[in-house]
């Protein structure tokens, strides 16, 4: 069973950086994306960013130039790096995570969540 744990999230100011990380375990096949979802009270779940088995990366509008998101060489672990944060950013952080099985099935899993809240 895949787990997906998050770090990272806390109180930041308007303008500072926060990097998140989300370290997988059990993973047993190959992992297709792992991707950074974001949610309000009362919002549905958005899309942050996403990078995929090739490393390719995929931004959200809201974010591109400002936030980043990597892995560590094992690829099992996904940061994101959020840069000049502005008070909209604030919300639950999710990881999610697209397991490839036998190149025929994809499982999604979704970690806890961490919260970021931005205040001066």
């Known amino acids: 069973q895949v787990q997906l744990v998050e770090s990272g999230g806390g109180l930041v100011q308007p303008g500072a950086s926060l990097r998140l990380s989300c370290a997988a375990f059990?993973?047993?096949?190959?992992?297709?994306?792992m991707s950074w979802y974001r949610q309000t009270p009362g919002s549905q779940r958005e899309f942050v960013a996403r990078i995929d088995s090739g490393d390719n990366t995929y931004y959200a509008e809201s974010v591109k130039g400002r936030f980043t998101i990597s892995r560590d060489s094992a690829k099992s672990t996904v940061f994101l790096q959020m840069n000049n944060v502005k008070p909209e950013d604030a919300a639950v952080y999710y990881c999610?995570?697209?397991?490839?099985?036998?190149?025929?099935?994809?499982?999604?899993?979704w970690g806890q969540g961490t919260q970021v809240t931005v205040q001066s």
């Open positions: 059990g993973v047993s096949f190959s992992i297709n994306s």
């Open positions: 999610h995570l697209v397991e490839r099985v036998l190149a025929i099935h994809d499982y999604n899993y």
